[in-house]
């Protein structure tokens, strides 16, 4: 049975920077693709970014909302895929959960496995 747990949440400062990690048990993520999805008080999840499994042609996406500030990347021989947060923002305030899936999958909501999210909040 596979799990992903996501780490790394908190506050973060306006303009700040937070680096969040989804690792796993029972899954090969370099052999899945990952996404990271987020979902704010009253919104829908939105998805974040995604990476494709290592033997694709490394396709990486971005939300609109987060291109340039966010970068998503494979942490080596690890079974983690981490998230550079970078020049925070108040409306980046969510539950942020990672997703895997044996086929890449982009940003849809359709990966078979989830974490249970971690929340990251903007601090005063």
């Known amino acids: 049975q596979s799990q992903l747990v996501e780490s790394g949440g908190g506050s973060v400062q306006f303009g700040g920077n937070l680096k969040l990690s989804c690792s796993a048990s029972?899954?090969?993520?370099?052999?899945?693709?990952v996404a990271w999805f987020r979902q704010a008080p009253g919104k829908e999840r939105e998805g974040v970014s995604a990476i494709s499994d290592v033997s694709g042609d490394a396709s990486i996406v971005y939300g609109d909302s987060v291109k340039g500030r966010f970068t998503i990347s494979r942490a080596n021989d690890k079974n983690i895929v981490d998230m550079q947060m970078n020049d925070w923002k108040p409306e980046d305030t969510a539950v942020y959960y990672c997703?895997?899936?044996?086929?890449?999958?982009?940003?849809?909501?359709?990966?078979?496995?989830w974490g249970q999210g971690t929340q990251v909040t903007v601090s005063i």
């Open positions: 997703a895997a899936d044996p086929n890449y999958l982009f940003m849809k909501q359709l990966y078979d496995d």
């Open positions: 029972g899954l090969a993520l370099d052999d899945a693709g």
